[in-house]
């Protein structure tokens, strides 16, 4: 499974810890930066990351930046992205079995490392439900025509 990923310098911390800890459970990564804690402009990474699922060539997204507000609020203009903010596991975990969320979003100033991990690692292993949800999940779409 290859995996997008991206932050502003507010989740640059956080986006290495997750990096460091995919790659050694076996996932290939595309970092999409940012590279430092300098300031950065976090709609610049949502969008990289977000195209990057959208043409397939990853098959999910985890975008952080200090909140994960301004990384959800800017995926979710992208048509195809079903980005989830998330700071607790039952949420990732709905957000995959009903949504279909295909980007994770994480705020680094609001939960700490292992929750971060335990809730990436949480997203990543759930499945989509469909049946029901498929319909809805469709008209999400529908909603920006
Ligand atoms: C950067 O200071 C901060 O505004 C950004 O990381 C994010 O929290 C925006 O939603």
Redesign the pocket.
């Known amino acids: 499974m290859r995996i997008a990923i991206g932050s ?1 310098h ?2 640059f911390e956080l986006k290495e810890f997750i990096k460091k800890s995919l790659l050694s459970a076996g996932y290939e990564i595309l970092d999409f930066g940012t590279n430092s804690c300098n300031p950065v402009d ?1 709609p610049v990474f949502a969008k990289k990351v977000c195209l990057s699922v959208i043409n397939q060539e990853t098959t999910a997204g985890i975008l952080i ?3 994960g ?3 959800s609020i800017s995926a979710n203009k992208i048509k195809g992205i079903r980005a989830a903010l998330c700071s607790e596991e039952l949420s990732a975990r709905l957000s995959r079995l009903h949504n279909n969320a295909n980007v994770l979003c994480l ?1 680094a ?1 609001i939960i700490g490392t292992e929750l971060a991990l335990s809730i990436v690692k949480a997203w990543l292993s759930t499945p989509f439900e469909g049946g029901r949800h498929q319909k809805r999940v469709e008209m999400i779409e529908w909603v920006a025509e």
């Open positions: 502003d507010a989740g976090y930046c200090g909140t507000i301004g990384m705020g100033r």
